[in-house]
Structures are given as C-alpha cells and as structure tokens.
C-alpha cells in the first residue's frame, strides 16, 4: 500500500581501507540481491575494521529491520545518528521502524528531524503525514500533505490520503472534492473510484455515487459490487442490483445480508421463486435474521400462500418488535383476512414507532373505517394527510376523509319515522 512509510534504504559508505571497502560492497551486493541475513553479518564485520562510520550503522540498520529484527535495527540508526546528528536518512529510517514497533511519538520525532534536515526529501516528508494518520491528527496530516503539493507539486495519491483524511474527520464534501482531483489526474483508477462512490454515497447521492461505480461492475471486488447493488437498489435500477448481487454472492458465498439484499431485488423484478430462494438461504446461515423474515412474509403474500406469510411476519417480529415495515405489512395482510383488532394492534404499532410512515397511517384509517371507529377514522385520515409527501399521496388521504364525512352525514341524517294511519 502507498501509505505504508518509505524508508531509504542503503547509503554509501566512505572507503578507508582497501580490505573494509571490500567487505563493504560485498555487504552491499547481499543486500541489493536481498539476502539481508549475510548482509547483516558483512556489515557488522565491516563495523569492526570500522565502527565510527555512520553509514555503516544506518545500513546494518536497514538489513536488520529486513531480517525483522527491529529493535536491533533501531539501536543501529541510533548509533548512526550518535555518529551523525545531521544523518537525515538515518533519521527518517528511525522513524520508520519506530513506527512498526508501536513508538509512534518517537518515529514523529525522527520523522520531523529528516524534514528540518532535508526539508526537499520528499519521502521525509510523506512519513511525517503517514505517522500522523497513524497516531491519529488528522488535521496536521492534512497539513502536511498540503505542504506536500506545495513543495513537490500535485500528486494523485497525496490528494488519494487527503480524501482518507477528511473522511475520518467527518468533512465528507472536502473527501469528495479531493478525490475528483485525484481522478482528474488518474481517470481509470478503481480505488479512488470506488471510494468517491462510498462517499458520495453517505452524502445522500445514489445516483452520483453510481456513476463512479459503475466502472467497476465488470469486476471481481466484492465491496465495489455489493455497494453498486445496494446504490442501484435505492435508485430504482432493479435489474442491475439483481445483476450485481447474484455476482457478488457467487464470489462471497454465505453471507445472509447479501443473499437479503439480493432477495429484495428479485422480489423487485418478480422473480418470486427466486427471491424465496434467496431469503430462505439467508434464513439457514442466520436464523434470527428479522429483515430477512420480514422480507420473506411479503414474498410469501405475493405468491398467495398468506398462512405461510403471517408465520413469517409473526417471526420477524418475534426477534425484533421494532420494525414499522413489517407491522405495517402483517397489519395489512390481517386486515385483509378480516382479522381487524390483529391488524389495528400492528398498524398502531407501525405508526407509533415512526409517525412519518404515511403507508401505515392510511392503512390504519382503513382498518378504523372496517371496525367501525368512523369518528377515530376520521382523525386518523387528517393525520395521513398532514404527513403525505407526494401529489398521490395526499389524494389518497384526501378520498379516504372526504368518504368517511360521507358515512359520517349518513349516520348523523334524521331518520323519518313511518306514521300508520289512524283508522277511524
């Protein structure tokens, strides 16, 4: 990962013999061919001809963090620098493998020190931001990389970090705007694609997060897929959220939300013995999965087998009372079944747990209207009115109140008494 800390790796060392320059390049050819534990053993063996020489210290340091013996390496680049306080590479190695071990206020330290001694080291620089992520300070990292592109110019991957950055402190919309740079700048780049479309995506933008994903359809990243069919759910494209779940259910076998959301989708599409499938896999991985009992129910009600249905319903809310969605629909399919106290118990549970649910208000109109509440039915109607959200909506609500004044003037009419003439 781009995000990992660079270290430098080996420096030159200055000859004084002719028998340590040997052993020095030969240490030097086994670290370039990358075997780091004959390399270790050259350079302690070159330290011995010559153990004041800093660059000999910095790198048995770089072999022996190779090797994973980071303590010994840290005390290598602390000898190094005791020899050198100007050493800038030996500082910014320290501050790397301080780092990996946990030491992050020392490898800031370290860190910082390269930058004052070599402040156009761009690598020195980019490890300063890294262990501030790592720490975290996220607004200094932020600074850094913007005196990052100040000194070394526009980079991709900087602006890449500072959308990471701004993500973790909340600025979604300084997130977003950083990485459009960055995909100015790399058009085709899957990551930033995919992490512009998460962000654009928890900033209340389906169809805009979509655009940025739908590159990625062609391919085998589960999140990108799972993601883009949850998107194309929300906005309505029923047929591509079925294509891209069934992919990423092939490839992330058994897990029950997705195998849910996939369910959902077929149910969109009116593929129902497919849904059922689907909801029912769920179901064996996870059996107290409520939102996938609650969707089963409904696929249950569309293809007639409403016992079936009820059962569903009736589990969902076993293990979770506080679903309106699936009060609402249970209530509606009671009602149907002429079981009205059932159904108003669930309707006025749906409305009780969410007031803005217009659906469950209406229905509970209709089922006051059904018992018989002609009067609470009426209440009820003003109140779905005053919530509707679309032209339909309110017509809707507006018929149910006007046909309810009607049953009301009709009970409320004097009735005329039939008057048996006097017989004489």
């Known amino acids: 990962m781009w995000n990992k ?7 030159a060392a200055i000859a004084a013999s002719p028998g340590f320059a040997q052993t020095s390049e030969q240490a030097r050819q086994a670290a370039l061919k990358g075997d780091w534990v004959q390399a270790v053993d050259l350079y302690r063996l070159a330290l011995q001809k010559e153990p004041k020489a800093p660059e000999l210290w910095n790198n048995l340091g770089v072999a022996l963090r190779k090797t994973g013996d980071r303590q010994e ?41 390269a930058v004052t001694l070599d402040p156009e080291n761009p690598v020195a620089l980019l490890n300063v ?46 997130a977003a705007w950083n990485l459009q740079r960055a995909l100015e700048q790399e058009p085709e780049n899957q990551e930033y694609r995919l992490t512009l479309g998460r962000i654009q ?23 990108a897929l799972a993601l883009i069919g949850r998107l194309s759910y929300e906005a ?18 058994g897990d029950p939300q997705l195998l849910n959301d996939l369910g959902v989708a077929l149910a969109k599409t009116d593929q129902l013995p497919q849904a059922r499938q689907a909801l029912e896999q769920a179901l ?38 506080q679903m309106p969605v699936a009060h609402n629909n249970l209530g509606s399919l009671l009602l149907e079944q002429q079981l009205i106290p059932a159904a108003l118990e669930h309707l006025q549970a749906a409305v009780k747990l969410n007031e803005q649910y217009w659906e469950a208000q209406r229905n509970l109109t209709l089922a006051l209207i059904v018992a018989g509440d002609v009067a609470q039915a009426e209440v009820q109607a003003a109140r779905s009115i005053a919530i509707a959200k ?21 009970d409320l009419a004097p009735k005329r008494s039939i008057r048996r003439p006097r017989t004489p």
């Open 73 to 113: 390496a840290i005390r290598a680049y602390r000898q190094a620098i005791a020899l050198n306080g100007n050493f800038s590479e030996a500082h910014s190695n320290l501050a790397v493998v301080e780092a990996e071990t946990g030491s992050l206020p020392n490898a800031l330290k370290a860190a910082q020190v």
């Open 284 to 321: 064996a991985i996870k059996a107290d999965y409520a939102e996938a009992w609650a969707n089963l129910g409904l696929v249950r009600k569309r293809q007639n087998e409403l016992p079936e249905a009820i059962q569903a319903y009736e589990r969902a809310l076993g293990l979770n009372s």
């Open 201 to 223: 995506h928890q900033l209340g933008n389906p169809y805009l997060a979509l655009r940025y994903l739908d590159g990625q359809t062609a391919t085998n990243n589960v999140d």
């Open 129 to 174: 931001a890294f262990i501030q992520e790592q720490i975290p300070e996220w607004a200094s990292a932020a600074q850094t990389y913007r005196t990052y592109m100040e000194r070394f110019g526009e980079s991709s991957r900087v602006r890449y970090r500072m959308a990471v950055v701004f993500q973790e402190m909340g600025q979604l919309n300084d």
């Open 236 to 253: 309505g494209r029923y047929p591509q959220a079925v294509d891209s779940l069934q992919k990423v259910t092939t490839l992330k076998g």
């Open 390 to 410: 679309t032209p339909q909506e309110f017509l809707l609500s507006n018929n149910d109140l006007m046909q309810i004044q009607a049953l009301r003037q009709k």
């Open 5 to 11: 800390l660079a270290s430098l790796i080996l420096t």
